[in-house]
């Protein structure tokens, strides 16, 4: 729904990108409305990747459970049982993009886009229920963790190996090895970001261990570990998806576009797993165990910077090319 909606959106935001002159031109031709623009595809071409691919595994899994005889009804509860963290990631996903989609769209629109008479504030105002309800986005972020420790408190999935896996790599030398192939640096950024969330949880689920810290009473780090949950889950799908477009000959965008909206997300999901981590880590960790992690980070943040501006550009008149979504 909300991925429907910013469609439209975006569709309203060329049109009147395009349309609207303002010192001799049209105002689309303004970097500062092109990055808007930009902004609004990749968030939900970002957010359509993440939900296309819950979709098929949550189809898969309601298959292979019907397939094993159970019934109709029995077969979608598993799947959604299954797949429950990754529903919580789009929930909250699709509706913060959308407020951004419709924040941007009443901007592009100036003093008209706060006006009842034209469609850019209803979308505005009709939007905002989207994070209360469905659960509240406070509730979805912080079931998203709850359900990460109980599956591996059950046994069900193995997030104490990789913890020290990362554990070990923190204590060892960094590695020099040249990347290769395509999208490498992007495959590579998106297993450091689960570096750096293991980091991050694991080092407070240790904590939590030893006695040192009640996570139920700590709800900011739970915040901090959600973002950087869904930042991944987003990153993750989308390389998937733009990396499965590169082996195709017909698409409706050049790959160079569909590549520039990876580039430019993994470039700012970058920061934001930095700020995340650093807030959570220095939430609960001190001294020199505060240093060890800080240093960690800075292994697995390097995802090299883009040239954002020329590759938002890019998107951007694509989209102003096509009156609105176009991928
Ligand atoms: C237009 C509209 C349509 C709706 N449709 C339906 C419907 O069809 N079916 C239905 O069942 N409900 C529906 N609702 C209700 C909606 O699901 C609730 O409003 C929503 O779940 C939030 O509950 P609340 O309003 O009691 O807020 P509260 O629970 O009082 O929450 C207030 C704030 O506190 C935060 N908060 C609450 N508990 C915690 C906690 N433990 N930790 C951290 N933060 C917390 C919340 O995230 C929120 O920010 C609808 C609401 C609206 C406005």
């Given amino acids: 729904m909300c991925m429907g909606g910013n469609k439209v959106v975006l569709k309203m935001a060329a049109t009147y ?111 905002r229920i989207n994070r209360i309800y469905e659960g509240t986005n406070e ?28 554990q070990k790599e923190l204590a060892s030398m960094p590695s020099m090895e040249r990347l290769e192939g395509p999208y490498a640096e992007e495959t590579k950024a998106v297993a450091d970001f689960k570096k750096i969330i293991l ?10 261990m030893d006695g040192k810290l009640n996570l139920k009473e700590e709800q900011e780090i739970i915040m901090n570990c959600a973002d950087m949950m869904i930042d991944l889950f987003a990153a993750e799908s989308l390389l998937l998806r733009v990396r499965k477009l590169s082996e195709k000959q017909e698409k409706a965008q050049p790959q160079e576009v569909y590549d520039a909206m990876l580039q430019v997300f993994l470039h700012d999901a970058t920061a934001r797993m930095t700020k995340n981590a650093t ?14 992690f800080l240093m960690g980070l800075k292994r697995f943040n390097k995802y090299p910077a883009v040239n954002v501006k020329e590759k938002r550009r890019l998107i951007a008149d694509a989209v102003l090319k096509a009156g609105g979504w176009c991928f």
């Fill in 199 to 208: 980091m991050t949880a694991g080092g407070a689920a240790k904590m939590q």
């Fill in 139 to 166: 509730i979805n972020r912080l079931l998203m963790i709850d359900q990460l420790f109980k599956r591996a408190l059950k046994g069900e999935l193995d997030i104490v190996s990789p913890a020290w896996a990362v």
């Fill in 17 to 127: 990108a395009s349309e609207r002159q303002q010192f001799g031109q049209p105002i689309g031709n303004f970097g500062a409305i092109k990055h808007k623009l930009a902004e609004m595809a990749i968030r939900n071409f970002a957010t359509e990747s993440a939900t296309y691919r819950t979709s098929q595994l949550m189809q898969d899994k309601k298959n292979a459970e019907a397939a094993a005889g159970g019934s109709y009804g029995q077969s979608m509860l598993e799947a959604a049982e299954e797949y429950a963290i990754e529903c919580s990631i789009l929930k909250v996903l699709g509706s913060e993009v959308t407020d951004y989609c419709v924040d941007e769209n009443v901007q592009i629109h100036g003093g008209i886009g706060y006006s009842e008479e034209y469609p850019a504030a209803r979308a505005y105002r009709d939007s």
């Fill in 279 to 292: 807030d959570g880590i220095a939430s609960f960790a001190e001294g020199d165990l505060q240093k060890t």
